[in-house]
């Protein structure tokens, strides 16, 4: 019952477009509910760009994030598109949204709010319209308290939310994660 709640939920998301944000705790499948939302909603044939943000090194961000322009910094040899402008038209899912430091999350609420970004050593703003969906394993609202997250970017963000149960509360779905896990590694 907890998991069809769930569906519904990603269904409701899927329908609007609406940023949204996942709950659960590491393993839950928030990943898989931000590509059902994305897959479930009118950007689904546009890409889907999945972005780890607790895995990028702090130097690297805004280039990620952004892009660069070719001598922009020692070692941008070429221009770069980033990720913002890679989800054009589709869905950019930022999972650990809570790990992108506060300089940051300046830059990506301009982008969020108004669709517009500038690579790294340009001038010139790009447009990239994408949906955003986030997850995280953190508390938003008690970061914004501890200010380590902007309150205007969390509100944001957090437009719709959905909670994903941990699987030590959803008892029978363990034997359809078993038999999925060997029909894919091939165990009969």
Known sequence: PQITAVFDL?????AVDDNVVVYGESGTGKELAARAIHDGSSRYQQPFVAVNCGAIPEQLLE?????HTKGAFSGAHANKEGYIGAAHNGTLFLDEIGELPIHLQVKLLRAIENKMYTPVGSNTP??????LVAATNQDLSKMVLEKKLRSDFYYRVHVLSITLPPLRERHGDIPLLVEAYMERKGIS
Do not use: L, N, Q
């Open 10 to 14: 990603i269904a409701k998301a899927a």
């Open 63 to 67: 280039s990620e994030f952004f892009g």
């Open 126 to 131: 790009k447009v990239s319209s994408f949906r």
